[in-house]
């Protein structure tokens, strides 16, 4: 099956702690986003990447960090400088950037304790 | 800012249609709208878009009026796997930098 995968589904962190969460896809797209979503709220971008070894900061970047180096992986760093990280993320892919019809993964809602 | 405007609830009776208005006065020309919904604690799944003319697909019908001001999503015979979250999105260009507003879109409830 072709898809969007994001692993845990759910993860708890102490505060200060840098945690890492994993998003891979096997629909050989280019582009791939990390969201984040507050309770009752819409969806935020974090960061995006258009091609592998390239990554743009979305709106709410500050706290956080990703890498690019295969084209089916997209790793989010939340880093302890990110002052509320409690909430869910989602990944998501895209044949191109150009495209807007975007793939999501289940998502992985953090805790931080 | 969100660049569209949804009602916050609507409710719907199993097997009845359901009409989920959207407007978007300010879209461009070349913006194409997007739906897409959430069932609860699950990652948006991506329904119908459409420019100018209406659209079909094996999910729903996505009309758009002629002044491309608003649009209303159909959902022909909703069952209760429905209920969800619909978002209504048009994208923002900004040099290359594009993105989709999300804004809170619409709470469905389809009822038995």
Redesign the interface.
């Known amino acids: 099956d072709g898809g969007i995968t994001q692993s845990p589904k759910y993860l708890f962190r102490k505060e200060g702690q840098n945690v890492t969460l994993s998003c891979e896809q096997n629909l050989n797209h280019d582009a791939m986003y990390w969201y984040r979503q507050d309770p009752g709220q819409g969806l935020r971008l974090i960061y995006y990447s258009q091609i592998v070894n390239d990554f743009q900061k979305g709106d709410i970047a500050e706290g956080y960090s990703v890498s690019r180096e295969k084209k089916e992986s997209f790793p989010l760093t939340v880093t302890s400088a990110q002052k509320n990280p409690t909430a869910f993320y989602l990944c998501a892919s895209s044949i191109t950037s150009g495209s807007d019809t975007q793939y999501f993964g289940p998502g992985t809602r953090l805790t931080v304790l | 800012d969100?660049k569209t405007t949804q009602p916050t609830s609507m409710d719907c009776a199993e097997g009845r249609a359901a009409n989920l208005p959207c407007n978007h006065s300010t879209i461009s020309g070349n913006e194409?709208v997007?739906w897409y919904r959430q069932i609860h604690?699950?990652?948006?799944?991506?329904i119908i878009?459409g420019l100018k003319n209406n659209e079909t697909n094996e999910m729903a019908s996505l009309i758009i009026t002629e002044d491309r001001k608003s649009s209303t999503l159909i959902l022909p015979h909703a069952t209760l796997r429905d209920t969800a979250v619909y978002?209504c999105?048009v994208?923002v260009s900004a040099g290359n930098?594009?993105?989709?507003i999300?804004?809170?879109?619409t709470s469905l409830a389809v009822n038995p």
């Open positions: 969100a194409y997007y604690s699950q990652g948006p799944q991506y878009h978002y999105i994208r930098n594009r993105k989709l999300w804004g809170l879109g």
